[in-house]
């Protein structure tokens, strides 16, 4: 079944870099189209990301374009998410997603 393990998280203050990890099983990965989403407190899941499967074309959210970069391993089953100059407003759970289907997630907070 389909299997999604995020990680790279943690705690850094504004202006710092994250790279989040997604590390996925059970699906023709380097077929699919994925995602990166965000649980920010007080709010509901937000769409943070999106890559292609084969032509790597990328789409992002306003609220982090120009700062975040979605890429993939497709030898390694693996996506990635770059995270530069984070705010405050970046902390949430972050998780991969696949048809709907995500992780665990991995917890980012921004916080001086």
């Known amino acids: 079944q389909v299997q999604l393990v995020e990680s790279g998280g943690g705690l850094v203050q504004p202006g710092d870099s994250l790279r989040l990890s997604c590390a996925a099983s059970?699906?023709?990965?380097?077929?699919?189209?994925m995602n990166w989403v965000r649980q920010v407190p007080g709010k509901g899941l937000e769409w943070v990301s999106t890559?292609?499967?084969?032509?790597?074309?990328?789409s992002y959210a306003d609220s982090v374009k120009g700062r975040f970069t979605i890429s993939r391993d497709n030898s390694k089953n693996t996506l990635y998410l770059q995270m530069n100059n984070l705010k405050p407003e970046d902390t949430g759970v972050y998780y991969c997603?696949?048809?709907?289907?995500r992780g665990q997630g991995t917890q980012v907070t921004v916080s001086s």
């Open positions: 890559i292609g499967p084969l032509l790597n074309s990328a």
């Open positions: 059970g699906f023709a990965f380097r077929h699919a189209a």
């Open positions: 997603d696949y048809r709907a289907t």
